[in-house]
Each structure stands twice: as C-alpha cells, then as structure tokens.
C-alpha cells in the first residue's frame, strides 16, 4: 500500500481523528491508497492488521454465507465506518466478507492495535465510533427490511440512481451485481432492465448500463 498520509484530506473527512496526537500517528503504519471500482479493498487477511478508513467514493459490504455465496449487506460511504469491521477488530473474530469499490475510492489503512487502542483512549472517537456503527447497522436493517417490502424496479432504480449522475450517466455492472445489491436473482434482475429499456428510461448492453431518463427511475422512488 501507498500514499502519504500528509497530503490527505482525511481530518475533513474523518474529523474526529483530530484527537489522535501526532506521535501516535507515527506508530500507526498509516498508508493510503487508491482502488478502481469493483476491486476489492478490505477482507479476512486485511482486517487481521488494519482498519479502513473511506476517504473518498463508495464500497459494498459484503457478506460471505456457508455456501460460498456472497451478498451485499451495506454500502459503505466516505466518512463512515464499517460497523463489521469494528465488531470483527473488537471481538477478535475475522472478517466475515469483503469490502468491495463500488466506484472508484481512496482509502486510509492504519494499524488494526493503534486503532483498537485509539477508540479505548480517547472518548471523541470513542463516541463517533459507536455512533457510526449505530447508524450503520440501523441501515442495515432498512436495508433488509427494504427487500421484503420494496418492489424490485424501485430497489433497482435506486441502485441506479445512487451510482451515476447527470453529469456521469454511465456505470460499468453486471446483471450478477445489481442483483447482489438489491437481494434479487440475476434473471429477476435482467427481465426489470429490459422492461426499463422498452421505455426508453436506460440503455443496457453488456457490463454496463447507461441512464437515459432519471426523472423516470425516480418517479419509482416516490417520496
């Protein structure tokens, strides 16, 4: 891993970091380091010595079940904190799954003991830690919950509308993914896509999906 942790803007992004005194960050190994979309930037080896920090962009967390199967729990943004990882680092158990780069992201990495010791010592951190994996884990279960109540073609607009913009229309997935995300099966998945680019609202070709009318996939969302 790379990067210099002096050029970072990672105190704007984690502002309750501030409290760590500077010769505590020297024993840290702190690194920073830049992924493409769709690499995997944290697992079971990794949460053995590290934490991640998300500087910039967005993950999924991942869940890996007893089958080998591996399903997206929660998307991890700039700014947060895998609850998963927190909870793997304090009970010493491993990781359960993978955090994956759903776009492009930068990411701190600091010693697994230094941050362990951080969240004990300093009361700051300490209560933004927790407040995270709160938030975290509350969206988790919107988020299962979202997948007994909410139609399809609104989980799947909404993925879609999360990971592009008016400005970049287009995302490289595949239908497997997009299934993964919304808790679906890939060809539940590909029948919605194609209906959606009956109407003239997306364009799908293979490994990407371009969006050609947002107000549209929006108006599944509703309020």
């Not at 904190?81 to 776009?103: F, H, K, N, Q």
């Not at 919304?182 to 999906?209: M, N, P, Y």
Request: proline share 3%; glycine share 8%; hydrophobic share 45%.
């Amino acid at each position: 891993m790379t990067g210099n942790l002096q050029h970072s803007h990672l105190l704007d992004v984690f502002p309750f970091l501030r409290a760590v005194p500077t010769a505590e960050w020297e024993g840290a190994r702190t690194t920073i380091q830049q992924f493409p979309a769709k690499t995997r930037i944290f697992q079971k080896e990794d949460a053995s010595l590290y934490a991640m920090f998300l500087l910039r962009g967005t993950a999924l967390i991942t869940l890996i079940g007893e089958n080998g199967s591996e399903s997206v729990l929660n998307v991890l943004s700039a700014g947060e904190v895998c609850s998963l990882m927190l909870l793997s680092g304090l009970s010493g158990r491993d990781y359960p799954g993978s955090i994956i780069a759903e776009t492009d992201v930068e990411a701190l990495f600091v010693s697994k003991n230094s941050f362990l010791r951080w969240v004990q010592d300093h009361e700051s951190i300490r209560h933004a830690v927790f407040g995270g994996l709160l938030d975290g884990t509350l969206r988790m279960s919107e988020r299962l919950g979202a997948r007994q109540t909410v139609p399809v073609e609104a989980r799947l607009a909404k993925a879609l509308l999360r990971v592009t913009s008016e400005e970049q229309p287009l995302f490289q997935v595949t239908h497997q993914e997009l299934a993964a995300q919304i808790g679906s099966a890939r060809e539940v998945v590909s029948r919605v896509l194609q209906r959606f680019q009956r109407k003239g609202w997306i364009e799908a070709v293979r490994g990407r999906v371009q969006i050609l009318q947002r107000r549209e996939l929006e108006t599944l969302l509703g309020d």
